[in-house]
């Protein structure tokens, strides 16, 4: 079952958000942080699909500080038009965002909150390992995760990369790797950026698939087995 809600962060700012419900009791709470082309389908499905797993499952319209209601295509124009809106929106105003839909995770039953992102998003989840203290992350090719590589992790994550990548160069998977050594760093070949998106060329079902049964197991370890 979904539904739309808002949300209002700690400066005031009201934003929606998708909700996805898991079926009975939810094992524990999920935020999917959107890639730079909206809340649209695809991130809609991947909620559902946390949701199916059994997780109370969050995706806030982080886009909503600067234009609502984006929904953009996968195309060069789409993606033009998500970095000039990613751009107008400090990522402490983004951040503030996040932790509200953490914060309503955590007054509708998950007593435990997980953090998982794309592109954009990727690079958010592992800022919201730093700053906001969820329970566990996970980033799929975290565009711009350089710029934060340096900060303090507050709770385990896992990072996926495709090594075919051309937004993300593998000097930076590296740098993940050297900074982080505790935690997983899965590299995928044959995967490109957004193999994850299940639209378009990028789209590697192999990869994906692989990638989604270790995120679950990450989230089942560190959300579920460890209450």
Known sequence: MSQHT????????????????????????IVVLQEIFGVNAHIRSVADGFARAGYLTIAPALFDRAQRDVELAYDPEG??????????????????DIAAAIQYLREHGARKVGVVGYCWGGMLAW????????NA??????????????EKSTCPAIFHFGLEDNHIPQSVVEQ??????????????E?????????????????????????LAHFDEYLVSAR
Do not use: W
């Open 137 to 150: 992350t996970v980033s799929y090719y975290p565009g711009g995760i350089q710029n934060y590589i340096h």
């Open 79 to 96: 993606g033009k038009q998500g970095m000039q809106i990613m751009q107008r929106i400090p990522v402490d105003q983004t951040l503030a």
């Open 6 to 29: 808002q949300l209002q962060a700690a400066d005031g700012h009201k934003f929606d958000a998708y909700i996805a419900q898991p079926t009975g009791e939810p094992k524990a709470g």
């Open 191 to 215: 995967a490109g950026h957004a193999f994850n998106r299940d639209i378009g060329a990028s789209y590697n079902p192999a990869a994906a698939k692989l990638a989604l049964q270790r995120t």
């Open 127 to 134: 800022v919201s390992n730093t700053r906001l203290h969820p």
């Open 176 to 189: 993940v790797r050297h900074e982080y050594p505790g935690f997983s760093v899965f590299t995928y070949p």
